[in-house]
């Protein structure tokens, strides 16, 4: 079921994504703040979150992520092991190539992320096990 946040931020999306003096990279460069909280506040509407652990070789790190699936692309936040937060953009090129794009969040980008989310999210790092909570427990 759609809610209103997720039509609004898909709407958002598309506006962004179709701006054509902005490529992605710049919008992750120079629209992360924008991004991060229009995620959370996608996240935080939702019934429950999913957070995911993730691995590839020695890297690993927990993901929240949301699905634009009409315009193929997912937004992402990512907690690393060396406690840096990320914000990802993942899309796919025209000949179905997955691409993404990854950012460090600086510190005061780091501060909009609600507490419980960083706690629920170290969890899922430390554990190497996923969690689902009520969209409501992100905003504590």
Same mark, same amino acid.
């Given at each position: 079921?759609?809610?209103?946040?997720?039509?609004?931020?898909?709407?958002?999306?598309?506006?962004?994504?179709?701006?054509?003096?902005?490529?992605?990279?710049?919008? /992750?460069?120079? =629209?992360?703040?924008e991004m991060i909280e229009k995620l959370?506040?996608? !996240?935080? +509407?939702? #019934? $429950?979150?999913?957070?995911?652990?993730?691995?590839?070789?020695?890297?690993?790190?927990?993901? /929240?992520?949301? =699905?634009?699936?009409?315009?193929?692309?997912?937004?992402?936040?990512? !907690?690393? +092991?060396? #406690? $840096?937060?990320?914000?990802?953009?993942?899309?796919?090129?025209?000949?179905?190539?997955?691409?993404?794009?990854?950012?460090?969040?600086?510190?005061?980008?780091?501060?909009?992320?609600?507490?419980?989310l960083q706690k629920a999210m170290t969890?899922?790092?430390?554990?190497?096990?996923?969690?689902?909570?009520?969209?409501?427990?992100?905003?504590?």
């Open positions: 079921m759609l809610t209103c946040e997720h039509i609004c931020f898909t709407h958002y999306l598309h506006r962004i994504f179709k701006t054509p003096e902005m490529n992605y990279e710049e919008l /992750v460069q120079n =629209h992360a703040s959370l506040t996608e !996240l935080m +509407s939702n #019934d $429950s979150v999913e957070i995911h652990f993730d691995y590839e070789d020695n890297d690993q790190w927990s993901v /929240v992520s949301m =699905h634009v699936y009409e315009e193929d692309k997912e937004v992402s936040l990512r !907690l690393r +092991s060396d #406690d $840096s937060f990320q914000l990802c953009l993942g899309y796919y090129d025209d000949e179905d190539e997955f691409h993404e794009i990854n950012r460090t969040l600086t510190d005061e980008e780091k501060k909009a992320i609600p507490k419980g969890k899922v790092l430390v554990d190497e096990q996923g969690l689902r909570l009520p969209g409501n427990f992100l905003s504590k």
